[in-house]
């Protein structure tokens, strides 16, 4: 199976960045990243793909009369890299149609909080303060709507009485660390079908490319 070919949208730490680029090194997944776009000048992430030897290319907004010019300049650096699947990996921007468009049934988005309870951008700190006793992660395929889409894999992590943000945000962490790669995973082997907004998991016998 040839390397699937991925873009990874970040704006911040990068840890589920570190997390898809040690899976590839070491040939747990089947896939390479091809090129790292960021909306911020000092994430750290630049700084993990520039590490891996990963083209690092910082866009700024700013720099952009409209939202949709943005868009049609990150659509045109991750088709430029041959990227064939676009992971928003703590992406904290409303992904726009220019690239939706351009990879249709191709972007995933990462949260941490089980959609669709706590949408948005404070999802760990959301689910603390309401007092659930269980969230989680989730990884969808993205659309036009914020933490929107189906829904691909959901891991549950419970939130223990003594948990602060940080001790949660820890847990969820660790968790995007290996859902996420896992998700990209049965999209490399052809094993995820959608199905309105349900997303199947393919058994391995039954690959089939998603159209
Ligand atoms: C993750 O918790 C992700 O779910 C959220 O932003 C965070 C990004 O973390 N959207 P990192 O930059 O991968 O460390």
């Known amino acids: 199976m040839s390397a699937l070919r991925l873009g990874v949208l970040v704006s911040g730490s990068g840890s589920n960045l570190q997390a898809i680029l040690d899976k590839c090194a070491s040939g747990e997944l089947p896939a390479a990243v091809t090129v790292v776009v960021s909306d911020k000048a000092d994430a750290f992430a630049l700084e993990r793909a520039a590490r891996a030897r990963v083209s690092a290319v910082h866009i700024n907004r700013k720099d952009?009369?409209?939202?949709?010019?943005?868009?049609?300049?990150?659509?045109?650096?991750?088709?430029?890299?041959?990227?064939?699947?676009?992971?928003?990996?703590?992406?904290?921007?409303?992904?726009?149609?220019?690239?939706?468009?351009?990879?249709?049934?191709?972007?995933?988005?990462?949260?941490?909080?089980?959609?669709?309870?706590?949408?948005?951008?404070?999802?760990?700190?959301?689910?603390?303060?309401?007092?659930?006793?269980?969230?989680?992660?989730?990884?969808?395929?993205?659309?036009?709507?914020?933490?929107?889409?189906?829904?691909?894999?959901?891991?549950?992590?419970?939130?223990?009485?003594d948990d602060n943000e940080e001790s949660l945000a820890a847990r969820i962490h660790a968790a995007e660390h290996c859902v996420l790669p896992q998700a990209i995973?049965?999209?490399?082997?052809?094993?995820?079908?959608?199905?309105?907004r349900r997303v199947r998991v393919l058994p391995e016998k039954d690959k089939s490319v998603i159209p």
């Open 64 to 161: 952009f009369e409209s939202a949709a010019s943005f868009n049609e300049e990150i659509a045109r650096i991750l088709i430029e890299h041959g990227v064939e699947l676009v992971i928003m990996a703590g992406y904290m921007r409303l992904l726009g149609k220019e690239v939706l468009d351009a990879f249709p049934n191709r972007v995933f988005n990462l949260h941490p909080a089980l959609l669709p309870s706590f949408p948005g951008a404070h999802g760990i700190v959301d689910a603390l303060d309401f007092g659930v006793k269980v969230t989680g992660v989730t990884v969808h395929f993205a659309s036009d709507v914020f933490d929107d889409g189906p829904i691909i894999l959901q891991e549950a992590v419970p939130v223990n009485d």
């Open 185 to 196: 995973k049965l999209f490399a082997e052809g094993r995820l079908a959608i199905e309105g």
